[in-house]
């Protein structure tokens, strides 16, 4: 609202009351303009307060490296498979493994072996959303231990000539990539016979017989 015309005014008041009815009109405004700002800047400190003391929570993975992987025989059976988990949670590893019916994905840092020189183990949520985060391994084992040859997704090939990652999408979704004889996934070519054989001569020492030979 425009200040009225001065020169227009008949008002016999002389010239220092209007200059003090100005005063008394600005003193307020003036104020509750600076309780405003001092408002506005206090909710931009607590912003800035909120955006430093806010954090986002790392995420969890897990990078396999030789000496973490051992005999399979000292993992986890479960139906002609071993599994483990690196990050320490076995019981959720385990409760989506024994789910017959399929439990959906499995775990960061689950680890699933058939035979002692391929595996796969679950990466972070983002890691190679095409193999829905697995990674895949192709390994050497021997007396000393485990060399990682090849690792990572569709590049790795199985000892059939396969794409690893291949042969598991075919997996039924709920099986978050597992392959059993009745998740979808083609047959292989040899019997649990000679699956069982192989499992048997994992060369790699067995953690009893280390703890025993320390002993």
Same mark, same amino acid.
């Given at each position: 609202?425009?200040?009225?015309?001065?020169?227009?005014?008949?008002?016999?008041?002389?010239?220092?009351?209007?200059?003090?009815?100005? *005063?008394?009109?600005?003193?307020?405004?003036? /104020? /509750?303009? *600076?309780?405003? !700002?001092?408002? &506005?800047?206090?909710?931009? /400190?607590?912003? &800035? =307060? *909120?955006?430093?003391?806010?954090?986002?929570?790392?995420?969890?993975?897990?990078?396999?490296?030789?000496?973490?992987?051992?005999?399979?025989?000292?993992?986890?059976?479960?139906?002609?498979?071993?599994?483990?988990?690196?990050?320490?949670?076995?019981?959720?590893?385990?409760?989506?493994?024994? =789910?017959?019916?399929?439990?959906?994905?499995?775990?960061?840092?689950?680890?699933?072996?058939?035979?002692?020189?391929?595996?796969?183990?679950?990466?972070?949520?983002?890691? =190679?959303?095409?193999?829905?985060?697995?990674?895949?391994?192709?390994?050497?084992?021997?007396?000393?231990?485990?060399?990682?040859?090849?690792?990572?997704?569709?590049?790795?090939?199985?000892?059939?000539? &396969?794409?690893?990652?291949?042969?598991?999408?075919?997996?039924?979704?709920?099986?978050?990539?597992? !392959?059993?004889?009745?998740?979808? !996934?083609?047959?292989?070519?040899?019997?649990?016979?000679?699956?069982?054989?192989?499992?048997?001569?994992?060369?790699?020492?067995?953690?009893?017989?280390?703890? *025993?030979?320390?002993?």
């Amino acid at each position: 609202m425009s200040a009225p015309n001065v020169r227009s005014m008949t008002t016999k008041q002389p010239r220092v009351g209007f200059l003090r009815h100005a *005063a008394f009109v600005a003193v307020p405004v003036i /104020a /509750a303009v *600076a309780v405003a !700002c001092s408002s &506005g800047d206090d909710d931009g /400190a607590a912003a &800035g =307060d *909120a955006d430093e003391t806010t954090t986002t929570a790392a995420v969890e993975d897990f990078v396999m490296e030789p000496d973490d992987f051992r005999n399979i025989n000292d993992m986890t059976p479960v139906r002609g498979f071993f599994v483990d988990n690196l990050l320490g949670d076995l019981d959720a590893t385990l409760e989506v493994a024994n =789910d017959t019916e399929g439990a959906g994905a499995y775990p960061v840092g689950t680890l699933i072996q058939l035979i002692p020189t391929e595996a796969m183990v679950k990466r972070a949520p983002g890691f =190679d959303p095409d193999s829905n985060d697995w990674e895949f391994f192709q390994l050497t084992v021997d007396a000393e231990g485990t060399e990682i040859v090849t690792r990572g997704g569709a590049e790795v090939i199985n000892q059939f000539g &396969g794409s690893c990652a291949d042969c598991h999408v075919l997996a039924e979704p709920q099986f978050d990539f597992v !392959c059993e004889d009745d998740h979808g !996934c083609e047959p292989l070519p040899i019997g649990d016979d000679v699956i069982q054989g192989i499992q048997a001569g994992d060369p790699r020492p067995r953690a009893e017989a280390e703890s *025993a030979a320390g002993a």
